[in-house]
């Protein structure tokens, strides 16, 4: 699968997400300066051919819930459990005190 250079931007941005949180993939199209792509950024999470080292796990939607996960929701939830993050109906639970914001 080709990559593009806002995937590797994508990848890059996800490497900053620090082990037990996570962060939006909104947060990330804003970080990226594409403030409107935050589909875009899920379709990137969903090529990364370096998963988990680059945690696209840790992206989620806006208000908590998992969203999608290349390798399945089960393996994306076993990923978030064994960082601490707990989950509840498939929404990260604390979501508020768990969301990261890149600076």
Not at 20 to 34: C, L, N, P, Q, S
Not at 58 to 63: G, I, Q
Request: contains cysteine; glycine residues 8%; proline residues 5%.
């Amino acid at each position: 699968m080709r990559s593009t250079e806002f995937d590797k931007k994508v990848w890059r941005a996800l490497k900053l997400i620090p082990h037990g949180r996570v962060t939006t993939y909104k947060e990330i199209a804003k970080f990226i300066g594409k403030p409107k792509a935050a589909r875009a950024v899920g379709n990137s999470c969903h090529k990364n051919p370096d998963a988990p080292r680059v945690p696209c796990h840790r992206a989620v939607k806006s208000d908590g819930q998992l969203g999608g996960y290349a390798r399945g929701a089960r393996k994306k939830i076993i990923l978030l459990k064994k960082e601490g993050i707990e989950i509840e109906k498939d929404k990260i639970k604390d979501f508020k005190n768990r969301k990261y914001k890149f600076k």
